[in-house]
């Protein structure tokens, strides 16, 4: 097989500097199946949402979110491109980041402003409020830089109208939850929830599963948000296996180095630090290929990968936070049967059809059972025998 083609890194690249061989391996994805169902799973929510819902993206951290998020941007535009060219002033998508706050609560003055730059509004210093949100009519707005975050959100709001995206993308969105001990978290989700209905578009929050923090805090939010799970690959699925071996034998491939490593000769060790996930390998790979490239670049060295690699212990928090968001997400018999027992039905439950059409094989006679069930002594119905037929008997 000719290694100069697609399954590997141009050979050009070896006497080029080696900051153009780090930016081709950052630039570098993998199209593997996770990410796969997670955009195609997103595309579905985005095209289906009702205008003002949530869409809540959870996952590991470093498992694919923010190249999710960059494929959904890029899909979006390439599906508008005849739009964007009659209308040069509206947007198609827009995507932000939630930045961590230092200290304290998540700053939404701060969010609001992130949001205008990508939107590119000139003059964000200088909002002021609009005269029908001021208290006093007669008072002057305050201008200015140290103008309160009132004035940001509502030209935030306005600029959306005008530029008419087809949904806001919100990445590390889990930092809309941090806030100091005194504030509700109910407050934090009614800022973003009134965003996504003065707009009347849906935004999608991608995050962790400190997201999930969101999830059940209202009825009105459960009914108007959409879950998609980014999974990790795990080792126990043999299918799932097989496919993060196939991810690694990639980056393995476009390793731009002299000498290729064998990387799949220990798979199990790069699962072990990475824990199935794929963004965490290729940032380990990164650092590993940084470290080779200062000692000259011939190839990557169990030496590289160590000094790399995520410590043991931070795998295990790693993991017991994974492991922890999983279970949040995963739905199981006992809690349906759980379900129906508060809703005054039978703890059994019909099973749906491969077809997803109606009952499974079966189910009819199944439910047909639990009608006939009777009390402990109760008869079973019959017809007693009357005349003639009753003498005989007896």
Known sequence: MDKNKDNRFPLTLLKQPDVSKKSYFSSYTVAHPKLKEANESLTDAISEAIPGSLILVCGPPGVGKTTLRRRTEQRIVTEMLKELEADPGRFAVVGVDAISPDLGNFN???????????????CIAYK???????????????TGPSGAGTELRFAAEQVIKHRRPKTILIDEAQHLAKMSSGRKLQDQLDSIKSLATTAEIPIVLLGTYELLSFRNLSGQLSRRSVDIHFRRYRAERLDELKTFKNVLWSFQCHLPLHEEPDLIGKWDYFYERS????????????????????????TLTHKHLEKSALSVSQCENLLADIVEGEMLLEETSEARVRLRRRMGLEPEFTKVSESGNGPSEGGEE??????????????????DPVGIAARVKQ
């Open 366 to 383: 199944k439910s047909a059972a639990i009608r006939r069930r009777r009390r402990p002594g109760e008869r079973k119905p019959a017809r």
């Open 128 to 142: 002021k409020k609009a005269p029908e949100l001021n208290g006093n009519h007669g008072a002057r707005p305050k």
């Open 108 to 122: 939404w003055k701060d969010f609001y402003r992130r949001l205008l730059e990508t939107m590119d509004e000139p």
């Open 275 to 298: 824990i199935g996930c794929v963004g965490v390998l290729k940032d380990w790979l990164a650092r590993a290929l940084a470290k080779a490239l200062k000692e000259g670049g011939k």
